[in-house]
């Protein structure tokens, strides 16, 4: 059994990593400060003694004896970490930080979670992990962009100048159960439009791509991350190859939910990426993994999620 720290453990991706963490007979510190988490994604695991839920702010230090930290505690949602971009360049930075300084004193394990948004509005397609990026330091995501390349960074620098042992994952666009329903993003949106029989708001006209994983598969992809040999570091891309328009996705949930909501079409947010595909041909590698659920069969598991939930409120 092994004591893990999980920061933003009451996020969407957090819950779903501490359930699994338990589930293989682990102890779990879940540290939150709630910002875009939610009791209820970790409800359920209260009453599991060897879980622990704790109120916390990661850019404040936290003492803890754990034998590995999975760093995920920062807003992902255009949305959210745009809110406060000062507080979302802090949570990164501090974070990071704190996280590396906690590893570094107790000799413990250490994961990131990175985005594809190191590789900004991306001119190299499909991204690979040798890719440096095409990011806007100024612009509106560079809080979010920018604070993770930080925290990239720092952990290659923790890692060469004091020998803690580090991953880096590079995540791309997830989503699944445990999404808030007014998360801003774009799957959770979608679905919660139809199923409302709302409009579905399309941004710019639609020809933008994402590649999105449902998030069984990244959990998957964290734990063979976290669990292989101590020298590959990363940064690897974790994601699901399969690439879409977000016309094409908008159209899908609307076919899958049978729903009568019309696209609608809004302004392009600035700086938004034209396109993003993961290359996984290294996580193939180091890994051997790759993602298993198909677009659709993740749809029609979120939206039976959302379904329930709206049903519920
Ligand atoms: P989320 O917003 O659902 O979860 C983030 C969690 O961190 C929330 O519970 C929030 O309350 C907590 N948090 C935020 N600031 C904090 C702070 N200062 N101190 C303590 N807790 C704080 O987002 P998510 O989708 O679950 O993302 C989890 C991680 O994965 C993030 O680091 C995100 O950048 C990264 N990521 C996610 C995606 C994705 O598509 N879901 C893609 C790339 C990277
Ligand atoms: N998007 C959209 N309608 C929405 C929400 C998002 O068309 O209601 C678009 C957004 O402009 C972007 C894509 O969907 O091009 C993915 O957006 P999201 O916020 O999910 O993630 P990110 O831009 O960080 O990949």
Same mark, same amino acid.
């Given at each position: 059994?092994?004591?893990?720290?999980?920061?933003?453990?009451?996020?969407?991706?957090?819950?779903?990593?501490?359930?699994?963490?338990?589930?293989?007979?682990?102890?779990?510190?879940?540290?939150?400060?709630?910002?875009?988490?939610?009791?209820?994604?970790? *409800?359920?695991?209260?009453?599991?003694?060897?879980?622990?839920?704790?109120?916390?702010?990661?850019?404040?230090?936290?003492?803890?004896? *754990?034998?590995?930290?999975?760093?995920?505690?920062? +807003?992902?949602?255009?949305?959210?970490?745009?809110?406060?971009?000062?507080?979302?360049? =802090?949570?990164?930075?501090?974070?990071?930080?704190?996280?590396?300084?906690?590893?570094?004193?107790?000799?413990?394990?250490?994961?990131?979670?990175?985005?594809?948004?190191?590789?900004?509005?991306?001119?190299?397609?499909?991204?690979?992990?040798?890719?440096?990026?095409?990011?806007?330091?100024?612009?509106?995501?560079?809080?979010?962009?920018?604070?993770?390349? *930080?925290?990239?960074?720092?952990?290659?620098?923790?890692?060469?100048?004091?020998?803690?042992?580090? =991953?880096?994952?590079?995540?791309?666009?997830?989503?699944? +159960?445990?999404?808030?329903?007014?998360?801003?993003?774009?799957?959770?949106?979608?679905?919660?439009?139809?199923?409302?029989?709302?409009?579905?708001?399309?941004?710019?006209?639609?020809?933008?791509?994402?590649?999105?994983?449902?998030?069984?598969?990244?959990?998957?992809?964290?734990?063979?991350?976290?669990?292989?040999?101590?020298?590959?570091?990363?940064?690897?891309?974790?994601?699901?190859?399969?690439?879409?328009?977000?016309?094409? $996705?908008?159209?899908?949930?609307?076919? $899958?939910?049978?729903?009568?909501?019309?696209?609608?079409?809004? +302004?392009?947010?600035?700086?938004?990426?034209?396109?993003?595909? +993961?290359?996984?041909?290294?996580?193939?590698?180091?890994?051997?993994?790759?993602? =298993?659920?198909?677009?659709?069969?993740?749809?029609?598991?979120?939206?039976?999620?959302?379904?329930?939930?709206?049903?519920?409120?």
């Amino acid at each position: 059994m092994k004591r893990i720290l999980v920061t933003g453990g009451a996020g969407f991706v957090g819950s779903h990593l501490c359930e699994r963490l338990l589930g293989e007979g682990n102890e779990v510190i879940c540290l939150d400060n709630f910002f875009t988490g939610q009791k209820r994604n970790v *409800v359920h695991l209260l009453d599991n003694p060897f879980f622990e839920l704790v109120r916390h702010d990661v850019i404040n230090p936290f003492v803890v004896e *754990v034998d590995e930290i999975y760093n995920l505690a920062c +807003p992902a949602s255009p949305v959210h970490y745009q809110y406060n971009p000062i507080k979302t360049v =802090k949570t990164s930075v501090m974070g990071a930080i704190n996280m590396l300084g906690l590893a570094k004193r107790i000799r413990a394990k250490v994961l990131q979670a990175s985005t594809s948004e190191v590789y900004g509005d991306p001119k190299v397609h499909p991204q690979t992990e040798s890719y440096w990026g095409h990011v806007n330091p100024i612009g509106t995501r560079s809080c979010y962009d920018e604070g993770k390349r *930080v925290a990239e960074t720092l952990f290659m620098n923790y890692h060469q100048q004091n020998g803690v042992r580090i =991953k880096i994952i590079r995540i791309f666009n997830t989503y699944g +159960p445990h999404m808030h329903p007014n998360d801003g993003r774009v799957v959770s949106n979608f679905i919660v439009q139809a199923l409302k029989g709302n409009n579905i708001t399309v941004y710019g006209k639609g020809d933008q791509t994402r590649s999105f994983q449902y998030v069984d598969d990244l959990i998957n992809g964290m734990a063979k991350m976290m669990a292989t040999s101590d020298d590959f570091t990363g940064p690897v891309n974790i994601g699901n190859p399969g690439e879409f328009t977000i016309l094409e $996705l908008a159209q899908k949930v609307i076919t $899958l939910i049978g729903s009568k909501s019309k696209i609608v079409y809004e +302004p392009l947010p600035s700086d938004d990426p034209l396109q993003r595909q +993961p290359d996984i041909s290294l996580a193939r590698e180091k890994l051997n993994w790759e993602p =298993k659920i198909s677009l659709d069969k993740g749809l029609v598991k979120t939206i039976e999620y959302f379904d329930q939930l709206l049903k519920e409120s």
